[in-house]
């Protein structure tokens, strides 16, 4: 609460200039990401709410992002986060199913964070996971309105990583813009 105060005491000084410089900085990133790792060790393929226990459009772009950077290289390990936000299997788990159906290398190493509910919990809980291994730079893998978050909160638990952007470009159409609006605002 301390935060969400602090916070909206600065948009009002600012008279919204604060929020304008972070949804610039928002559909920034979401403009420029790349959509293809290029020394990433890790995939951090990040989950999303399954509608009817089905994964949506979203969901399914990260994943199709994620088996062809697999394809480019089959020694990278592909880290599936998302647990269980309703009845049915959890979105790492739905991410799991898509990717083997899309089809991967057999020697393709797929990990599942199941245990989280949110980004921070995600990233926090892979860090842990990653931390037991051989380390190395995780490409952050989501939809490009949410890279920005993403990579403010891998930045802050100190990790190594590079964007991955699940669309091939970013389309302005209103949902995304939406969808930036958001994501300025956490």
């Avoid at 959509?35 to 990433?40: G, I, Q, Y």
């Avoid at 991967?104 to 860090?127: C, D, G, K």
């Amino acid at each position: 609460w301390h935060a969400l105060v602090v916070a909206s005491l600065a948009m009002l000084a600012s008279a919204g200039l604060l929020y304008v410089y972070y949804w610039r900085k928002v559909a920034r990133m979401a403009q420029r990401a790349p959509t293809a790792p290029r020394n990433a060790r890790h995939l951090l393929v990040f989950g999303k709410q399954l509608r009817d226990g089905a994964p949506d459009a979203e969901l399914r772009a990260r994943v199709a992002r994620a088996q062809r950077a697999l394809l480019d290289d089959a020694s990278r390990t592909a880290w599936l986060l998302g647990g269980r936000t309703g009845a049915g299997p959890g979105e790492a788990e739905a991410a799991r199913e898509l990717l083997l159906a899309l089809g991967v290398p057999q020697s393709t190493r797929i990990e599942l964070e199941a245990a989280s509910a949110h980004t921070l919990e995600n990233l926090r809980h892979a860090r842990e996971l990653i931390a037991q291994g051989d380390g190395g730079t995780v490409a952050l893998v989501s939809s490009r309105y949410h890279l920005a978050r993403c990579a403010l909160m891998a930045r802050a638990l100190g990790f190594d990583y590079e964007l991955c952007a699940a669309e091939d470009r970013l389309t302005w159409h209103p949902s995304a813009v939406a969808a930036l609006s958001r994501e300025a605002l956490l």
